[in-house]
């Protein structure tokens, strides 16, 4: 049992490539999250899917884009990274019994130069 | 949104008993308060979650008065390995959980 899987773990791109950013869990739970974390600043949501199907945008969507590929598997993707988007960007998924209970993956650290 | 306040570090020692404490002002009805564990490098890890009142479990007690406007995470009898951060989220149900995290607060617990 993996819980939740992030590739990659580590990614430098240039000012204006695109890339996606993949999640994975295998816990059956139907809601995932995506959030980025800044140096010594909490986490802030990007987007969430509340279940299969279904996205919603967090606090700081803009410059993202997100696909509920299935129940397991939700992606982030940057069409034209900006250095603002350097991050370390967290995924998590939920149950529907404890929603409020999120596990996270172990982050993919991001750098735009 | 919820606008959440929390201390940016404090020092315990080990065995002692620690209390963080989290203010969100504007908190909404139906918001749920939750704290959860991070170290580095890793993801964080819930740890307690609650609505009102006070709720324990084994690792820790959270106390959430009548108005709701603030909450108390503690800790007992903390060790070396308590040594992390600490963040107080606010969130609310719909069908997912979406959630506002506060900066988070720095432990040290020293030996």
């Known amino acids: 049992n993996a819980g939740v899987t992030q590739t990659p773990k580590f990614q430098v791109l240039k000012t204006g490539q695109s890339m996606t950013l993949q999640c994975a869990q295998d816990?059956?739970?139907?809601?995932m999250y995506w959030y980025r974390q800044d140096p010594g600043m909490g986490l802030r949501l990007i987007y969430y899917s509340a279940s299969e199907g279904t996205t919603d945008k967090g606090e700081v969507p803009n410059g993202y884009n997100v696909s509920r590929l299935n129940k397991r598997e939700f992606s982030l993707r940057l069409e034209s990274a900006a250095p603002s988007q350097t991050s370390v960007y967290f995924c998590a998924s939920s149950g529907r019994l404890a929603p409020y209970e999120q596990y996270f993956g172990p982050g993919t650290r991001l750098t735009v130069t | 949104l919820a606008k959440i306040t929390q201390p940016i570090s404090m020092d315990s020692y080990e065995g002692q008993e620690v209390n963080i404490t989290c203010s969100h002002n504007n908190i909404a009805t139906n918001d749920y308060i939750t704290w959860y564990q991070q170290f580095p490098s890793q993801g964080p890890r819930f740890i307690i979650q609650?609505?009102?009142t006070k709720v324990t479990n084994e690792v820790a007690s959270l106390f959430i008065p009548a108005d709701r406007k603030s909450s108390t995470l503690s800790l007992p009898r903390v060790s070396l390995s308590d040594t992390a951060v600490y963040y107080c989220l606010v969130g609310f149900n719909t069908g997912g959980f979406k959630t506002i995290f506060g900066a988070g607060t720095r432990l040290f617990v020293k030996a």
């Open positions: 609650g609505y009102k």
């Open positions: 816990m059956n739970h139907n809601s």
